[in-house]
């Protein structure tokens, strides 16, 4: 996605410095980046961009929060305005699910929404079920995120695993699927704390356009061990690392995550706990 129009002066070691400020303090509550393969040089535009904007806004120093607010405005429009080029049409089929899906671009977007919810929660715009009310425009990316990535097969396991050849090797093939998996966590937890303005809602459940349990066909990550292991480790040692540690069984569709809906969710109980 071309977010050229968004580019601000911010470069070089400022960058660097809210970068290391994101996956100190931003990281540990929202840890869908990878570390150790985060490279402000290859990555993308946007991503680095947004992570720098989260990294300006947690620092609480209101100059640089207006720098921040500036890159979520510039970064957010730019994100609608070409909604093409990332997203699924409503009306679309099933997607080729065996499509590079572009997870940089997917996390950028992912960030904008957060952003919208630190603003959201400054405002006070909570609402009795303690949910932050997001303005029409960020409902909209919401969702139009969400029926992407549903669209995509992106949170059903064999699908994570289409997405390598069978020369790809182990390591890369754990990390792309972890990745995936925090992911797919992060927007549930977004989806929770979330409520969409009214123009973005269906008649009927207004839930029903948000992320939900039964959409994680999926178990839950790993290792925070090898998810945080250090760049610097040589790639035999992370392989090795890898396979010594003890892995969940992901074909087992019995530990996948959507199976909690069978204990926790009831159409005959109208509560949200799930």
């Known amino acids: 996605m071309d977010t050229k129009d968004a580019e601000t002066s911010i470069t070089g070691p400022v960058i660097q410095k809210y970068i290391d400020i994101y996956f100190r303090d931003f990281h540990p509550h929202w840890p869908f980046l990878h570390p150790s393969t985060f490279d402000a040089s290859r990555e993308p535009f946007i991503l680095v961009q947004s992570v720098v904007m989260i990294g300006m806004w947690i620092t609480g120093h209101l100059a640089k ?3 921040a607010l500036e890159l979520h405005c510039r970064l957010s429009d730019a994100v609608r305005m070409q909604a093409e080029s990332w997203s699924i049409p409503t009306s679309g089929s ?7 899906w572009p997870m940089a671009t997917y996390q950028s977007i992912l960030l904008q929404i957060i952003m919208a919810l630190f603003l959201a929660k400054g405002n ?8 932050h009310q997001l303005s029409a425009d960020d409902s909209y990316t919401l969702v139009t995120l969400v029926r992407t990535c549903r669209a995509s097969g992106m949170f059903h396991y064999p699908k994570m695993i289409e997405q390598h050849s069978p020369a790809t090797p182990l390591a890369m093939i754990w990390v792309n699927v972890e990745e995936i998996k925090r992911f797919g966590l992060a927007l549930y937890k977004v989806c929770r704390l979330s409520n969409l303005a009214v123009t973005a809602k269906r008649s009927g459940n207004t839930r029903q356009d948000l992320l939900g349990l039964a959409d994680l066909n999926f178990c839950i990550p790993d290792s925070d061990r090898i998810w945080g292991a250090p760049a610097v480790m040589d790639e035999q040692d992370r392989q090795l690392l890898i396979a010594l540690v003890e892995r969940r069984d992901n074909s087992d569709q019995k530990a996948w995550i959507s199976n909690a809906t069978r204990i926790l969710c009831d159409d005959q109980v109208d509560f949200e706990w799930a």
């Not at 006070?124 to 949910?131: G, K």
């Open 65 to 67: 929060r207006d720098v």
């Open 94 to 100: 099933q997607q080729n699910t065996r499509a590079l």
């Open 124 to 131: 006070s715009s909570t609402d009795i079920s303690l949910q």
